[in-house]
């Protein structure tokens, strides 16, 4: 049985991770973490939570977390503050509130695994190039036998996405809310 969140809900959701995403890109520093951190804050209180969809929020987190980890260590970003193996903490809350929208805002792309894909080829790496236009971070032109590190990351926010969308469609009631409920 399938449960729904609000529309209000559904577009606070986006609302807080487009502010987690613009402070992230335009501070890339503690800032942008209290920003998160308040934002995250803010959508477990007003969002319907079960253990399942925090499990794979934090899943889908925690994947996310992985694939950027992959592409500084192999050279295809780099961050400007940070030049440890570490991610910077205001990406690892971003990717946070990231997947808060996977389990609501996105829910209905988790659905359709290729669209899933297709969106997450086009706008990952285009979040990544907004990002760098703000000095959040570099991205590599010439990565891989030539190839730009964008379509390096066309390809992994493909798969990624539609990994996402496997673990979510494969988690049992992920949306639970006792007030909005389809049957």
């Known amino acids: 049985m399938l449960y729904k969140q609000s529309i209000s809900k559904v577009i606070s959701n986006i609302l807080a991770y487009q502010v987690a995403w613009f402070a992230s890109a335009w501070l890339h520093d503690y800032r942008a973490v209290i920003v998160s951190l308040i934002l995250l804050a803010w959508i477990y209180y007003t969002e319907a939570w079960s253990k399942q969809r925090f499990k794979a929020t934090v899943q889908c987190a925690c994947f996310g977390i992985g694939l950027d980890w992959v592409l500084m260590l192999s050279g295809v970003i780099e961050f400007s503050?940070?030049?440890?193996?570490?991610?910077?903490?205001?990406?690892?809350?971003?990717?946070?509130?990231?997947?808060t929208t996977l389990t609501n805002s996105l829910n209905w792309l988790m659905h359709h695994p290729l669209i899933a894909g297709i969106v997450g080829a086009v706008f990952g790496p285009l979040a990544y190039f907004a990002g760098s236009k703000f000095g959040a971070l570099l991205i590599s032109e010439s990565f891989l036998w030539g190839v730009g590190g964008i379509w390096f990351m066309a390809v992994f926010w493909f798969l990624l996405l539609v990994m996402f969308s496997a673990l979510i469609r494969s988690t049992p009631n992920y949306m639970i809310s006792a007030t909005s409920r389809i049957n």
Not at 82 to 99: D, G, K, T, Y
């Open 81 to 99: 503050n940070n030049s440890s193996f570490i991610l910077p903490l205001w990406l690892i809350c971003l990717w946070i509130v990231f997947a």
